[in-house]
């Protein structure tokens, strides 16, 4: 008895099929991945800036009511008057607590808690001040406050330049 004969029924797709699928999400994966990754950079860059406005508006309350600019970038923070600061000429000065109206600066959590905050380039697990922000004690520079962090922003400035 001859067998009878059934239209072909297509189960799957071509190896061809296959092929040009991916080919067209890989194309389209190189047109957004760039995009996105630049988006976040660059709002990792304006949460910086911003930070960084935060943490020296800080500093200049605490030097417009003590006189002095703060020791360790934790004084803008400390809820009572550290022992001293540094005047213009970078001599150590006594901080009468009549004067200290802190804390200067208060962001809820911030690095470890302490209410400073962390710098989007840096993870926030990491609970050293010092590798969030530099705070140089060298004359001329006080109460000046920059990216710890090494590189270039978007737009080819040094983040330590913000």
Known sequence: MPRLLRPSTRRGFTLIELLIVIVI?????????????????????????????SIRTGIQLFYADTGVYPTVLTDIVAVTAPGTGYDDSGASRPI??????????????????????????????????????????????????????????LDGEPYSAF
């Open 96 to 153: 009468p607590a009549s004067t200290f109206k802190g804390p200067y600066l208060n962001i809820p959590g911030g690095i470890a808690n302490t209410g400073i905050p962390v710098n989007p380039f840096v993870a926030a697990s990491v609970a050293d001040v010092t590798q969030h922000w530099t705070y140089p004690a060298t004359s001329g520079q006080w109460g000046t406050v920059q990216s710890a962090v090494n590189g270039t922003s």
């Open 25 to 53: 999400i890989a194309v389209l994966a190189l047109i957004v991945i760039p995009r996105v990754t630049s988006a976040t950079r660059r709002s990792k860059e304006a949460v910086l800036k911003d930070n960084l406005h």
